[in-house]
């Protein structure tokens, strides 16, 4: 059963990523997310964006509107946006998910080899920004042979992400609340749902991240703050892999890293024309088939 809208809610948070082989490596976004009954606005502004070495700021608008079926991205300042149906999406999950469920039917999908996702209780809360917060940790154990960094040999590693977990009467699990609504709107649900995790960790644009943020999904209440970590065992010592990197004393290497602090949680009345794209601006052309 659908849950009604409570109120409308603004959520910053501060994100820090570090990636190996990513150009540049680390990057500092601003992202602020507001919900207001079937709509989303998520504000980004990042400094590092993949791709770009200049250094300079980037800011990007990301509209959802479940209640026009589809999204909508732009930069402030310029005069085209791109439109984007949630019914391409819905069909393309929907597709995904008939297929992963046919292929497990007639037994020609890849055996589910992964380690199941642990989920473990820190047993302890924190109180951020006035929510009193659970503590979680999930974490994945997986392996594979390596052609880029090492001669094939065999590595393991570990994906855990430790979440703060505001509770689902809280102002912060409307963001949950319109993300749940959004997944069953793109059949994103079904997607996830469907697969087992090998069969999503190869999907084209998933991965192993996904298997876990698929537990994340089905985690109580929101995750206000997190700090994610993909840590490799058996890379080799004297392998140059650029700077930012730590080593651990055991020779484990974080190749990713990812952590969300929350910044300011907002309940105040949001106006309508914040959820619209900017007067004046036009879709972007698209080829015609």
């Given at each position: ?7 409308d809610?603004t959520?910053r ?11 540049p ?8 997310t ?9 504000e ?24 026009r079926?589809s ?9 085209l ?14 597709r ?12 020609t ?5 992964l380690?199941?996702?642990?989920t ?14 659970k ?8 392996s594979?042979r390596?052609?880029?960094m090492?001669n ?9 992400d ?5 509770p ?6 409307e ?31 998933q991965?192993l991240?996904s298997?876990?943020q698929?537990a ?53 009345p ?14 972007v ?5």
């Amino acid at each position: 059963m659908r849950a009604p809208a409570a109120a409308d809610v603004t959520v910053r948070v501060r994100e820090s990523s570090f990636s190996i082989g990513r150009m540049p490596p680390q990057s500092e976004s601003l992202v602020e997310t507001s919900i207001k009954a079937s709509m989303r606005r998520v504000e980004t502004l990042t400094q590092g964006a993949p791709g770009d070495t200049s250094g300079r700021l980037v800011q990007s608008v990301q509209l959802d509107r479940i209640d026009r079926d589809s999204s909508f991205y732009f930069r402030p300042g310029d005069s085209l946006y791109l439109p984007v149906a949630l019914s391409a999406v819905r069909e393309s999950n929907r597709r995904s998910a008939s297929a992963f469920a046919r292929a497990r039917k007639e037994g020609t999908a890849p055996r589910d080899t992964l380690a199941a996702v642990r989920t473990i209780d820190l047993g302890r809360s924190r109180t951020i920004l006035g929510t009193v917060c659970k503590g979680v940790v999930l974490e994945m154990v997986f392996s594979y042979r390596d052609s880029a960094m090492t001669n094939g040999e065999e590595m393991t590693g570990v994906l855990t992400d430790t979440v703060w977990l505001a509770p689902p009467a809280s102002a912060p699990a409307e963001v949950r609340r319109f993300e749940q609504e959004f997944a069953r709107a793109t059949a994103a649900d079904s997607f996830l749902a469907a697969a087992n995790a090998v069969q999503l960790a190869q999907a084209r644009g998933q991965g192993l991240v996904s298997v876990l943020q698929r537990a994340v999904r089905g985690l109580p209440g929101y995750p206000l703050e997190s700090t994610f970590i993909n840590l490799l065992h058996g890379l080799p010592r004297g392998l140059q892999l650029g700077e930012g990197v730590e080593r651990r004393p055991d020779g484990a290497v974080i190749v990713q890293r990812t952590v969300r602090q929350a910044l300011a949680i907002s309940d105040a009345p949001l106006a309508p024309e914040r959820f619209e794209v900017p007067p004046g601006a036009a879709p972007v052309a698209t080829r015609k088939p």
